[in-house]
């Protein structure tokens, strides 16, 4: 009852005036008219989810995943809890589970080109629209670009480049960053076994890979042993903190260890995560109301 009494905002009592009348607790008209709305919302969601599935298929190796793993970051997916039984046997023209080495696998049943794109080159090709055509320095040509200071560079290989207020990079370290940036790199839905993970190029295609999961996310963060999770599937770095250590202008880490925190920091404007799906917008709502959010979803991260 305490707990109740908490949140007038979101509970309405009435009754138990000591006459044996019973205690009510309801839902407050506000709270119940967002309440409401979590059917729709999920409804919108369930494609997105779908989608969300086939792409980290299509980026596996064997565009299969072991089932255990999914669960691993599924509420950082958007996943209800009984997707297993209620959202996989639905499209089974996308997902099948299989039996490997009596291990549960979600397996991807057809490949589809069109949403073989990352998040990075959507990002890319939106940036490059407002450009009006300005080619000068797009697609790593041989004229002299000027070094930039912040590790950002135009092009079709580049990444958002964020580093942190006190870092001050001298100009060789800037030239490193610009000849990384110009890289061309595989696209991480190709798969990794055509690639030597000694070669430059496949290293780079790694630090895609890792950006592409993380953009899968709602929250655009996994913590470091949920994407290590992944590390056969996908072939992501042997050093998987270092790499990301390293790369520390495009992820964001709470603190170096297994259980930290990693955040794409293009995804976020200060602590604020700049695109939000539905369901955390519909989240936010309760938020607003005074109630806990499930999974821990919406803590704040200062990214510097």
Same mark, same amino acid.
């Given at each position: 009852m305490a707990v109740i009494e908490k949140y007038p905002s979101i509970f309405h009592v009435s009754g138990g005036d000591g006459n044996k009348t019973p205690i009510l607790v309801k839902l407050t008209e506000k709270a119940a008219k967002i309440a409401a709305e979590e059917g729709d919302v999920r409804q919108v969601m369930e494609p997105i989810i779908v989608n969300k599935l086939r792409k980290l298929l299509m980026m596996s190796i064997d565009c299969r995943v072991p089932l255990e793993k999914i669960e691993f970051i599924r509420s950082e997916l958007g996943l209800m809890r009984d997707f297993k039984e209620c959202l996989i046997p639905k499209y089974?023209?996308?997902?099948?589970?299989?039996?490997?080495?009596?291990?549960?696998? +979600?397996? /991807?049943e057809i490949w589809d080109s069109s949403i073989a794109v990352t998040a990075r080159e959507e990002k890319l090709v939106a940036v490059s629209s407002t450009l009006e055509g300005d080619v000068t320095n797009f697609g790593g040509d041989h004229k002299k670009v000027k070094i930039s200071k912040d590790g950002n560079f135009f092009g079709p290989f580049a990444f958002e480049m964020n580093f942190p207020v006190s870092f001050r990079p001298n100009m060789k370290y800037l030239e490193e960053v610009q000849k990384w940036q110009k890289m061309p790199f595989p696209?991480?839905?190709l798969s990794a076994r055509r690639f030597e993970p000694a070669d430059p190029k496949a290293r780079k295609r790694a630090v895609a890979v890792l950006h592409e999961v993380l953009s899968l996310t709602m929250e655009k963060r996994l913590n470091s042993a949920q994407l290590d999770a992944f590390h056969a599937e996908y072939q992501l770095p042997v050093k998987l903190l +270092?790499? /990301?250590?390293?790369?520390?202008?495009?992820?964001?880490?709470?603190?170096?260890?297994?259980?930290?925190?990693?955040?794409?920091?293009?995804?976020?404007?200060?602590?604020?995560?700049?695109?939000?799906?539905?369901l955390l917008r519909f989240n936010d709502k309760f938020v607003g109301l005074g109630c806990k959010r499930d999974d821990n979803a919406g803590k704040?991260?200062?990214l510097s």
């Open positions: 089974p023209e996308f997902f099948t589970v299989i039996d490997v080495n009596g291990f549960p696998y +979600l397996n /991807l696209s991480p839905y +270092l790499c /990301l250590v390293k790369h520390h202008g495009i992820f964001y880490m709470t603190n170096k260890g297994a259980k930290s925190t990693v955040l794409l920091k293009d995804a976020y404007n200060g602590v604020n995560l700049i695109e939000k799906c539905p704040k991260i200062p």
